[in-house]
């Protein structure tokens, strides 16, 4: 008959494959030798890209947490203080 359909390859001058039982393929082979070393180069390659954002982030949450705190609660001596004055001068508006 011939070659099943998806099966079939085009026949190009000077293509070479090469195929390699996958009972004969070792899955882990270099992990621990090669592996770990590679794994950290690359992460040491990408170290400083990762920094300008990591420090972008850390100073945004710091100016959100300690500089910005003040401004977003209330002081409540000056909240009283304020709400004190105004009852004053409404009693006094009251009297008169």
Known sequence: ??????NMK????GFVEYNLSPFEQ??????LKEGIGNTAV???????LV???FA??????YCFWTVEQGHRKKN???YE???ASLKEQAEAEAKK
């Open 26 to 31: 070792r899955a882990f082979a270099g992990v």
């Open 1 to 6: 008959m011939g070659k099943h359909f998806h």
């Open 42 to 48: 690359r992460y040491a390659k990408s170290f400083w």
């Open 76 to 78: 409540l001596p000056e």
């Open 56 to 61: 972008y982030y850390k100073w945004a949450e």
């Open 10 to 13: 085009p026949r190009v001058v």
């Open 81 to 83: 203080a304020y709400f």
């Open 51 to 53: 920094i300008p954002a």
